[in-house]
């Protein structure tokens, strides 16, 4: 708990047997409350391994995809009682401690979402990152930060948090069940007047890590496009939305 808000973090596993457990030991556990894991019917151990650790387990009987996987892991966060919630990947790519400051920004009330953003900071969080994914990244951000009207370092970071208002008024369950789905739940939550910051998150691309093929990460990249302008387009036409309490 952090400013006496209760905190989960949860976690989209898919194949994640061999990191699991280095995740959820270097997870600051005085101020999370409850760590959740839903297995997407990975075919190792991953939630026999999970359960080991004394965290709550959930699996998915059949394949929902990433987005999918997502949507049920916020929910289980929010049917636990949950005031913020920091979507963290098991594969420990993302270090676990970073869940600390992004609770605590969302705590202070001054910003709803929150993106643990890879690309500031430290030079070699940058030079980690395999080249093919770097440049489209660096491209693909410049222009969703005309688009959307915000600027950040990255919008494509799988660590994210979420304020409990954001998720009860955000229709989450609506938006695609595929890897589009953390930057429409960005955009719905702009378009409902919810703030967005980040904080710079350092990190690890090892053997063990998830990451999606070339010929997903194309596909993804253009269907980023695609919301973005649509977006865009939105806000023309609008003028936009004022933010919450502004």
């Not at 703030?195 to 990451?211: G, H």
Request: glycine fraction near 8%.
């Amino acid at each position: 708990m952090i400013l006496g808000k209760k905190v989960a973090v949860t976690m989209p596993a898919y194949f994640a047997e061999k990191t699991v457990g280095k995740t959820v030991a270097a997870i600051p556990r005085d101020i999370v409350d409850t760590i959740i894991l839903v297995d997407d019917c990975s075919k190792d151990n991953t939630t026999e391994t999970a359960r080991a650790l004394g965290i709550e387990v959930f699996r998915n009987e059949t394949n929902k995809n990433y987005g999918g996987n997502v949507k049920r892991c916020l929910q289980e966060a929010l049917d636990a009682g949950a005031d913020i919630v920091i979507q963290l990947h098991p594969d420990f790519q993302y270090p676990p401690g970073i869940v600390a400051p992004m609770a605590a920004i969302l705590a202070t009330g001054h910003y709803d979402f929150c993106l643990g953003a890879r690309l500031g900071g430290r030079k070699d969080t940058r030079v980690s990152m395999p080249f093919w994914r770097l440049l489209p990244n660096r491209i693909l951000t410049h222009v969703m930060d005309i688009c959307l009207g915000t600027k950040h370092t990255e919008y494509h970071t799988g660590m994210r948090g979420y304020t409990r208002e954001m998720l009860e008024t955000v229709k989450f369950h609506e938006l695609s069940n595929h890897f589009i789905f953390d930057n429409e739940m960005f955009i719905a939550g702009l378009k409902d007047g919810f703030r967005s910051c980040e904080v710079s998150c350092p990190t690890v691309y090892e053997e063990d890590s998830s990451s999606i093929s070339f010929q997903k990460a194309m596909r993804y990249g253009s269907e980023c496009l695609k919301i973005s302008f649509a977006y865009l387009m939105w806000r023309l036409k609008t003028g936009g939305v004022k933010p919450r309490g502004v």
